[in-house]
């Protein structure tokens, strides 16, 4: 490759890079509304896993409509319209506090999680592409690095505006039922700030994507592209790519979002305490990222998955039943091996699919809708039980899927022409 071709690569290469931090942030604020929201909405468990389920749906709904986007109109108009309707999305949160309404909230949400499903069906093959095939693996795992860098800060910061401006408990309970409406729905009010400096900031990235030149991409060279969605499924490895992918996201939104009542009960930490532990737990993600990236020089990539995901099954055991801040921690190295997990899984997923790339690229987004649903059980063993410990037993499942995609679900078995 000529010095010319690579200069526009890495330019290329460094503003998507930006979408997988913008989303990861988006992503890593949820976690910090779910005890929010709970909170000032006086929710269980379960109900407040419908701030996941919101989300992950809408890339279930999504996922098809972005690929055929991104074949009408090419990766650079998909990341603009995504841009836009993520942006929209944050600019909702304000009459949503505004109205004091649960659902209008889950709806913001939901618009949000639209765009971000057309960010990654583009920006994923997009950064897998951008270079040489042989390793197309690595280059995605360090662009996800990036989503963990927003892993670490989301919470952090997020927790910081919006956690911290409420009454205590203690405070709460002293007040009559009319004052503590009042009080709660002014503590719901605290995440207009930060979600409307966010939509602003997207704004701006979209704008800065409208004048920039992306250079094209062809990644069915010699092969023609697939005329319906059906004709990638006789692709073996991608059909266990979209299961294990369906799983994995389930085990990250249940580990990630859940984190903090699950911390609360175990540990018993404060919500803010559990929040910055929540932060060390994105700095595992984003280092296992980039140590992922350089073990796979000399690991095989599915090697690797497989045996960090016989890891986190263990891990999840401890989970289960050990008490204290050792429960903190096994989480928090749960998170270090799930790092390499989802671009991993994605990458396998739609190696040599030729014509099959953008529709295989969708299908496995559309898998994302495990995040929707596999948290749902988590919170109702939780609320079941009245242990949250045991909801770990969700991503063990989860793990042991991911474990036998990688041993032996990601072997290629060429699909038939027709």
């Known amino acids: 490759m000529t010095n010319q071709k690579k200069q526009p690569y890495l330019f290329a290469f460094i503003l998507v890079t930006c979408l997988f931090f913008l989303w990861g942030f988006a992503h890593n604020l949820d976690p910090i509304l779910i005890p929010h929201l709970k909170r000032s909405f006086t929710l269980t468990t379960t109900q407040s896993t419908l701030i996941d389920s919101a989300v992950f749906i809408a890339y279930f709904v999504m996922a098809l409509p972005a690929g055929f986007i991104m ?29 004091q309404s649960y659902t209008y909230f889950l709806i913001a949400l939901f618009i949000i999680a639209c765009g971000l499903t057309i960010l990654e069906t583009a ?41 911290t401006k ?7 309970s002293g007040m009559t039922d009319a004052a503590r409406s009042l009080a709660l729905a002014s503590e719901a009010a605290s995440v207009k700030m930060p979600y409307a400096i966010l939509g602003i900031i997207l704004i701006i990235v979209a704008v800065l994507f409208a004048f920039v030149h992306l250079p094209k991409i062809q990644q069915s060279i010699g092969h023609e592209a697939s005329k319906h969605i059906f004709h990638a499924f006789k692709h073996k490895h991608l059909s266990w790519a ?24 175990s540990a018993s930490l404060e919500q803010v305490t559990a929040a910055d532990y929540l932060g060390a737990c994105g700095i595992a993600f984003l280092i296992g990222r980039f140590l992922g990236t350089f073990f796979m020089r000399y690991i095989k990539p599915e090697k690797l998955l497989a045996l960090y995901a016989a890891i986190n099954m263990a891990l999840s055991i401890v989970a289960i039943t050990a008490t204290g801040l050792v429960t903190v921690y096994a989480v928090i190295a749960i998170c270090f091996f799930m790092s390499i997990m989802f671009p991993t899984i994605f990458s396998l997923g739609i190696k040599d699919l030729k014509g099959d790339t953008e529709y295989g690229s969708s299908l496995i987004i559309m898998s994302i809708v495990g995040g929707a649903i596999l948290p749902r059980f988590f919170g109702m063993i939780s609320d079941w039980s009245g242990n949250i410990q045991l909801g770990y037993i969700v991503p063990f499942v989860c793990f042991l899927v991911i474990l036998l995609f990688g041993w032996k679900g990601h072997k290629i078995i060429p699909a038939p022409e027709n």
């Open 123 to 163: 920006a994923n093959p997009y950064a897998a592409a951008l270079g040489d095939p042989a390793t197309s693996t690595q280059r995605l795992n360090f662009a996800q690095s990036f989503n963990g860098l927003a892993a670490a800060l989301a919470p952090v910061i997020g927790a910081r505006i919006i956690l």
């Open 71 to 99: 074949k009408r109109f090419g990766y650079k108009i998909g990341i603009i319209i995504g841009l836009l309707l993520f942006a929209a999305g944050a600019f909702l949160f304000l009459p949503a506090a505004n109205l």
């Open 166 to 172: 409420g009454h205590t408990d203690a405070e709460l």
């Open 242 to 265: 979209v299961a294990a992918q369906f799983f994995y996201v389930g085990a990250q939104v249940s580990v990630f979002s859940l984190f903090i009542l699950y911390a609360e009960k």
